[in-house]
T-cell receptor, first 110, second 113 residues
Framework: NAGVTQTPKFRVLKTGQSMTLLCAQD?????MYWYRQDPGMGLRLIHY???????AKGEVPDGYNVSRLKKQNFLLGLESAAPSQTSVYFC?????????FGPGTRLTVT | KQEVTQIPAALSVPEGENLVLNCSFT??????LQWFRQDPGKGLTSLLL?????REQTSGRLNASLDKSSGRSTLYIAASQPGDSATYLC????????????FGKGTKLSVKP
């Protein structure tokens, strides 16, 4: 039982490149979330999903897309990376009220 | 708009001291509040979850309370240890949507041996 895992752990992108971050969970969580964490800003919700095949916008969705084709996976895509998207990205899963977090992905956009 | 404040931003105490961390919010219509700890360079670890109908939750040396009328939650740590050194974050779910989630910016705790 690995809980919530994130791939990759680190990534460096050039401005304009695209990439996909993968979040996987083996805890049968109905809900999944993507956050970004920035110094002085705290954690902010990007997108979330309340079930397989559903997605919704959070507080800071611009520049990101998500998909939840399978219940256990939640993908976060950056179509054209910008330096402002340099951040640490956290995925979380939950069943009801509680959230369980993955270890994070540190992304740098140069 | 819901706002969450954690004061102080940083706290340093000697080992063995009992301490209280604060989380204040502006809108009392919350569904639940969750306390996390985050170690440097790591993810978040869930400590305690308080549902809106509850007043407090306890786990070991930790006790979290919730007072919606005053817009405040506290995390009490008894007999602090150097291993408690971390950043403590509170997270609220409010307003009837699973996406209405907001974090405080955290309190960085340092427990000195």
């Amino acid at each position: 039982n690995a809980g919530v895992t994130q791939t990759p752990k680190f990534r460096v992108l050039k401005t304009g490149q695209s990439m996909t971050l993968l979040c996987a969970q083996d805890m049968n969580h109905e809900y999944m979330y993507w956050y970004r964490q920035d110094p002085g800003m705290g954690l902010r919700l990007i997108h979330y999903s309340v079930g397989e095949g559903t997605t919704a916008k959070g507080e800071v969705p611009d520049g990101y897309n998500v998909s939840r084709l399978k219940k256990q996976n939640f993908l976060l895509g950056l179509e054209s990376a910008a330096p402002s998207q340099t951040s640490v990205y956290f995925c979380a899963g939950g069943q009801g009220l509680e959230q369980y977090f993955g270890p994070g992905t540190r992304l740098t956009v140069t | 708009k819901q706002e969450v404040t954690q004061i102080p931003a940083a706290l340093s105490v000697p080992e063995g001291e009992n301490l209280v961390l604060n989380c204040s919010f502006t809108d009392s219509a919350i569904y639940n509040l969750q306390w996390f700890r985050q170690d440097p360079g790591k993810g978040l670890t869930s400590l305690l979850l308080i549902q809106s109908s509850q007043r407090e939750q306890t786990s070991g040396r930790l006790n979290a309370s919730l007072d919606k009328s005053s817009g405040r939650s506290t995390l009490y740590i008894a007999a602090s240890q150097p291993g408690d050194s971390a950043t403590y974050l509170c997270n609220l779910n409010y307003g009837g949507s699973q996406g209405n989630l907001i974090f405080g910016k955290g309190t960085k705790l340092s427990v000195k041996p």
